[in-house]
């Protein structure tokens, strides 16, 4: 079966940092993509950033140069360093994976791959 574990998370002060990780199992059908989404209670879900197969990444234009998103291939680990935190920045906080993006890498209803959450609080 396949399943995303993920790990990492907590509270850290504005400023701060912290680094999730996502390891996928059971993912052997072939080349899959990799995203991290975040929510927070009353909103929507939002892509936070994306990597393929070959490395290629992209962000959410509002997060680019705090959030890296990288991927250990042989690991089947995809990590999200968030660095600069701020209060905005709390939430909930998914990876996510499919082997095939209908809508586009931005779009949560795109994954069928979903990891349990970890929550993200930035206060000081």
């Known amino acids: 079966a396949q399943e995303l574990v993920q790990s990492g998370g907590g509270s850290v002060q504005p400023g701060g940092s912290l680094r999730l990780s996502c390891v996928a199992y059971g993912l052997t059908w072939g080349p899959y993509f990799m995203a991290w989404f975040r929510q927070s209670p009353g909103k929507e879900r939002e892509v936070v950033a994306f990597i393929d197969n070959l490395g290629n990444t992209r962000y959410a234009d509002a997060l680019k140069g705090r959030f890296t998103i990288s991927k250990d291939n042989p690991k089947n680990t995809t990590y999200l360093q968030m660095d600069n935190l701020k209060p905005e920045d709390t939430a909930t906080y998914y990876c996510?994976?499919?082997?095939?993006?209908?809508?586009?890498?931005?779009?949560?209803?795109?994954?069928?791959?979903w990891g349990q959450g970890t929550q993200v609080t930035v206060s000081s």
């Open positions: 996510a994976a499919d082997y095939y993006l209908r809508m586009g890498w931005t779009d949560p209803n795109d994954y069928r791959y």
